[in-house]
């Protein structure tokens, strides 16, 4: 996947800027498709820090596009099913500063789905200017460990990356194993 991006950006050059924000506007309305392929394009085709603000900027207003068409398209949907989730539906209820703690902090743990979130809020009664800042606020801490955890995959040898490997499916192991 970022073989196929970078080759779309070094194809396209005075456009993949363009592109590069248009694909993570398209990978935070569709809500599963994770975001480090974009990221780690990014950085390899810009730089660490060019790459890490494209990033961040394609994200943010991702977030915010996603909101907006959640909050028109599927409002009435999206709220039965987010009921199953006790801390969505705290803000699903939120407004002001509590919607903004809330949705700072939930940006904050990686292992909720964004798209969750930007659904929640869309349901709920937050602003889209008090998502957006808190949306693009608590995505910045994560989106840094996740550029610069990206950066140094890359950085690494062939050595390097076989025991990463080799590190993951052992962990992968470890939790099938305990699973059962």
Do not use: C
């Amino acid at each position: 996947m970022v073989n196929s991006l970078l080759h779309l950006f070094n194809e396209n050059r005075d456009l993949a800027f363009a592109i590069s924000i248009f694909i993570s506007i398209l990978i935070a309305i569709l809500a599963v498709v994770p975001s480090v392929f974009i990221t780690a394009a990014n950085i390899l085709f810009f730089g660490f820090w060019n790459g890490l603000f494209i990033s961040f900027l394609g994200e943010a207003i991702g977030a915010g596009v996603a909101f907006i068409l959640y909050r028109k398209g599927f409002k009435k949907r999206l709220e039965k099913g987010l009921s199953k989730y006790p801390k969505l539906k705290l803000l699903i209820n939120a407004q002001d500063k509590q919607a903004f703690y809330l949705i700072f902090s939930l940006r904050l743990i990686p292992f909720i789905p964004s798209g969750l979130i930007s659904f929640a809020a869309a349901v709920g009664r937050v602003s889209l200017l008090t998502f957006f800042i808190a949306s693009s606020l608590g995505k910045l801490p994560a989106l840094l460990i996740e550029s610069y955890s990206v950066f140094t995959v890359i950085q690494f040898n062939w050595q390097g990356k076989l025991v990463l490997v080799i590190s993951g499916v052992a962990l992968l192991y470890g939790l099938i194993k305990k699973s059962k």
